[in-house]
């Protein structure tokens, strides 16, 4: 029996023992006796202890007994059913210490888990003292009892969007969650570990985005045993790193711009000489050909004579 409610996505599936058989539709195998047992080997590599311990509550029912597991064909007739009893070899825990360390796990991610609506009803399907097949009906292919004109009860069930509804509400049963292996003040003591790592994480989210130095060592200071205190230290040196790099690219910046302004301010005085020199020559120039222009001058007209020279010649 599939069992989806309220149109959720987790569902499970539990197979019951129906009263009728059906014979138009027939499968041959041939089952074991009842009571056959079997031995077999669960192998697994470099798994965590709550990780062994939610195997070991897989297949054991959290260490509960009076529930079973389905297996091979015709489940819906009855056959398969099994109990699976478990025994540790060349492992350093004991089960109820396996079970514990995963039920610890379950704990930290959801405080009431073992609760749960979802543990209820499969709890209620596996148990193998609750009886409830005059509950249960198979859909048939063509209902003769029903009035409506689809006969069909698997295309009627799905165009009125019908679902099954929990296992414990068709029969009436009262299903009743598996016990935990911890005390209330270990569970207490593990509610307080989530909330604080709930807290620790969410803060350590903005400080690794962080590029405040003191913001980061307030935080390691906060939380003196924090996990990733040496990647938050790596982080600070790495952000000192930078800072004195950018610091000292900056202390490059103006040396240069300042050698750059002396080189500017000295081009400009070099201008400004080399005009005042432009303009000198260029005085000195016309003044030359001033001069040149007044010589050439007296020697193409020269100055006539007024005074007369008497030139006085001896007899001999």
């Not at 985005?209 to 980061?216: L, R, V």
Request: net charge positive; glycine share 4%; aromatic share 8%.
């Amino acid at each position: 029996m599939e069992n989806c409610w309220n149109g959720g996505v987790s569902c499970y599936k539990k197979s019951f023992i129906p009263k009728e058989e059906k014979t138009d539709i027939q499968t041959k195998f041939k089952p074991l006796n009842q009571g056959a047992i079997f031995n077999g080997k669960v192998r697994f590599h470099n798994l965590k202890k709550a990780e062994v311990g939610a195997l070991l509550s897989a297949l054991t029912f959290h260490g509960h007994d009076g529930y079973r597991h389905n297996l091979g064909m015709a489940k819906a007739l009855g056959y398969g059913k099994i109990k699976i009893d478990i025994g540790l070899h060349s492992l350093k825990h004991t089960k109820e210490e396996y079970l514990k360390a995963y039920e610890e796990e379950m704990t930290l991610f959801k405080d009431d888990w073992i609760h749960s609506s979802q543990l209820k009803e499969l709890f209620a399907m596996a148990n193998n003292e609750i009886l409830n097949d005059e509950n249960l009906k198979y859909q048939k292919l063509e209902n003769p009892i029903i009035q409506e004109k689809e006969k069909n009860d698997f295309v009627r069930a799905k165009k009125n969007r019908e679902y099954l509804q929990r296992y414990s509400q068709i029969g009436n049963v009262q299903p009743v969650p598996p016990k935990s292996l911890l005390n209330d003040e270990e569970i207490d003591e593990l509610i307080e570990k989530r909330k604080y790592e709930k807290k620790y994480n969410s803060e350590l989210k903005v400080i690794k985005q962080s590029q405040n130095i003191d913001q980061i060592k307030s935080f390691l200071k906060k939380y003196s045993d924090a996990k990733d205190k040496n990647d938050l230290e790596n982080q600070i040196a790495l952000i000192e790193k930078e800072q004195q790099e950018r610091k000292e690219a900056r202390e490059r910046k103006e040396v240069a711009d300042l050698k750059a302004e002396e080189d500017i301010k000295k081009a400009k005085e070099d201008t400004k000489k080399a005009e005042e020199e432009r303009k000198k020559q260029e005085k000195l120039a016309k003044g030359l050909d001033f001069s040149q222009a007044k010589d050439i001058k007296n020697i193409m007209h020269p100055k006539s004579q007024t005074n007369k020279t008497s030139i006085f010649i001896p007899r001999c």
